[in-house]
């Protein structure tokens, strides 16, 4: 599939739930651009179990999606790619398993590994987290001028992550960013669709920058 930084306008992270094959099929119906399948606690073989309908669902949809921190699994189910944390797989030997046309998500906190991350060969830069977050326990907080200063300083589109909802969101209009990754705000919700269309109504701004200002 052909990466477009269009995909992470509004890009969903999924948390572990009872019924998440539903739930996905939820947020593609209410607008998704871009799914990660995230499960940290399991094997590989479990992964690709639980990860294998929701890559069909996104494939139907013309929909990108990724594996969290398991380039193997990626690899066997056919995946769109993966997204590596800092202590994850690097880079340049998860491009060399998956291919130059995978998409490669890389973690930065910093100027110096978001360019490291951009060199290595990732497709794009998550950054956060940029507001508090109850998802993820040891995620600091990532300085507002920092995020701009990373978006500035890399050609790779940037995606934003943490804490994020449909109040906030117009606070990160102006750093530049391409997109939002949101966890809670759409599958910690009773109507995971109507969550979602809320929040793809405020993310379109993320995608008009060159639009002129009336």
């Known amino acids: 599939m052909q990466f477009s930084p269009s995909a992470l306008e509004l890009y969903a992270i999924t948390a572990p739930c009872a019924d998440l094959t539903q ?25 690709i179990e639980l990860a294998y309908p929701l890559v069909q669902m996104c494939k139907a949809a013309h929909i990108p999606c990724i594996i969290d921190d398991d380039v193997e699994a990626a690899r066997i189910l056919g995946a769109d790619g993966v997204h590596l944390g800092k202590r994850d797989a690097k ?34 830069i998550g950054c956060g987290a940029v ?23 890399v ?12 109040q906030n969101i117009p606070q990160l209009y102006a750093s530049g960013v391409d997109g939002v990754a949101v966890i809670s705000a759409i599958f910690g919700q009773s109507d995971v669709t109507q969550a979602t269309k809320a929040l793809r109504r405020v993310t379109a701004p993320f995608q008009q920058k060159e639009l002129p200002t009336l």
Do not use: W
């Open 131 to 153: 507001f508090h977050t109850k998802t993820k326990h040891d995620a600091t907080l990532l300085p507002y001028a920092t995020l701009c200063a990373i978006k500035k300083a």
């Open 23 to 47: 739930q996905v099929r939820s947020a593609i119906d209410g607008g998704i651009t871009m799914l990660q399948i995230r499960e940290k606690n399991c094997t590989t073989k479990r992964r």
């Open 155 to 166: 050609s790779i589109p940037v995606v934003a992550i943490g804490g994020i909802n449909v």
């Open 91 to 124: 880079v340049q030997k998860a491009r060399e398993i998956l291919g130059e046309n995978a998409i490669i998500g890389a973690s930065a906190h910093s100027v110096e590994e978001a360019c490291k991350a951009q060199q290595n060969g990732a497709t794009y």
